[in-house]
């Protein structure tokens, strides 16, 4: 007993990008649909050598070919519907040879094309032969209407057995007659506003598991093997069309290159030797951005004698010439490539090879050789500038450790090192050159740092040395010291954006502060000496002088510090005002404080 099987049309598929618009009977979801519910009927018999689980291996690749259809994909119109029977039996003679060189996407996508011209031979309007305005509007809205329907439709298959195709033409032919009596009825629905709504609505069910159960049936008959149906084997040359768009496909639509060299093999096998062939190839190469694998197939197909041979030359000469412009564009912008000017003359060198009678290479050639050797010109000038630079540090750096170290000079050496990279860098045609000149520009910059702190410690010696001088009573040592700052920092620049610039300053401020302290200390000194000095004169004998009390003297001793007599109050408070004893050095002195006869005098008494 025979289980019927309801089948639901409603196939959720996702990932099908680049459908192309096309003039199918069915809309977008009727065809997925029809596609779909055909590879279901495919599966019971093909289940282990084809799907994966439930799905179709090249699912894909199938269901674009349908949404692409006949018209996009092979290129043709039909003016009957015999033209388009005569077709589908040239295209699965077609497939059922390509079959013999493996099933691969491309496959996959022709059988979807052939299920498309198979779907639409099985409703009305689908061939669309009247390419009239009004034709096409009906076209649209039929198919709008049923793609809005389709989810709702039902199905049973009317048998589950897949039908091979002895002779393809007596298949189809047997259901034109009952399409043709069916787009009069539906034509006069749709003039008369009814639409869909009228017989369309009751017959699209038949119609669609009619065209599901042929196409099914028309795969069935490329991929089983051991049976033949009528029609003609494929010539060698629509063969060898068929590899070039398999070629196609895979590198402009697949982006795989491993697959379209299988391909490639296979069309050199089937080729008889035409030249346009390999021309096509190469331009798919091309497009998929393999460039010297185009020129090869260009060259190859320029090998061959015939009319397109000269075709074929100046296209390889306008490939070269245009790889050579862009190559000179590039030498001219910024961070040139080293070998663009090379390179390029190489590219023009080609195109005249080529094309020998090609001007516009010719001219090229010359001004890409006028520039190569400019460009030479300028890289001995900037390899001398890079030597001159190193010669620069090394100078500079000999003056910077020179005793004394000649700062200035250096400093001004190592910006000439600095103006003459910049000169380097701003070229940035020579990559070695201006890594060179740069680096040593940061390297002079550097030295010129640590000049400059080495400037400002200097400096800060100084200060440090005039305090110490201060401190002892050199006046004049001290004073010269603190006015020796200016002079050391005058090599630092009164430049804001030189980080040092502001300390330079606050020490000179200093070494100015410190000069006013040195005459402030050196005047209140020479106060003190001067007061000391006339108090020795007051109280003393005479004979004694400032000269001799004065280092006897603590600092700060009150003046008149002494018992009547010149008699000091307290050993060790200061000294006496009235000079020695006669005779008796270290002694407290007597009034009239002169010495013994023959004896010396202590000075400064206790």
Known sequence: ???????????????????????????????????????????????????????????????????????????????????????????????????????????????????????????????????????????????????????????????????????????????????????????GDYARGTGYNGYLSQSVQPYFMKAVQAVADAWHTVLRQGETPEGKTPSRESMTWYFVDDIQYLLVVKDNVEEAQEAYAQLTHVNPGITEAYDKVGDYFFAAGAKDRAVQEWRYAASFSGPSRQGIIKKIGRYYVEQGKELLDAAEGPHPPERALDDAIVAFREAIASDPGNSQASDLLNDAQIKLRERNELLKQTIEMVASIERDMKEAGRLAGETPPQYEIAINTFNQVISKAEDVANNDMFPEQTAAAKKAASDAQAAINNILNDVLDDAQDALDDGDALLERRSFEEASTKFESVPGILSVIPNDSSVPQSEQKQKLIDQSAQKVKDVSSAKQRFEIEQKRLAEQAEQGGAPGATPEAAAPGAMPGAAPGNTMPGGMPGMPGMGGMQGGTMPGMPGMPGMPGGNAMPGMPTAPGGM
Not at 3 to 24: D, E, P, Y
Not at 143 to 160: F, S, V, Y
């Open 1 to 187: 007993m025979k289980r019927k099987t309801v089948w639901r049309v409603c196939w959720v598929l996702a990932g099908l990008g680049l459908i192309a618009s096309n003039a199918n009977a069915w809309g977008p979801e009727a065809q997925r649909s029809v596609m779909n519910t055909s590879l279901q009927l495919l599966r019971g018999v093909y289940s282990q050598d084809y799907f994966e689980n439930t799905r179709f291996i090249f699912h894909d690749d199938l269901i674009k070919g349908a949404q692409d259809g006949y018209e996009l994909a092979l290129k043709t119109n039909f003016q009957s519907e015999s033209d388009a029977v005569n077709e589908i039996l040239n295209q699965i003679q077609l497939l059922r040879e390509a079959r013999q060189y493996g099933i691969g996407g491309y496959f996959a996508y022709r059988l979807g094309v052939l299920g498309a011209l198979v779907a639409d031979l099985h409703m009305p309007f689908g061939i669309g032969l009247d390419k009239s305005v009004k034709g096409e509007q009906l076209r649209r809205e039929i198919n709008g209407d049923i793609d809005a329907q389709i989810a709702n439709l039902k199905t049973t298959p009317m048998r589950r057995e897949l039908y091979f195709m002895r002779s393809p033409a007596d298949y189809l032919r047997s259901d034109l007659s009952y399409v043709k009596d069916a787009e009069a009825i539906v034509a």
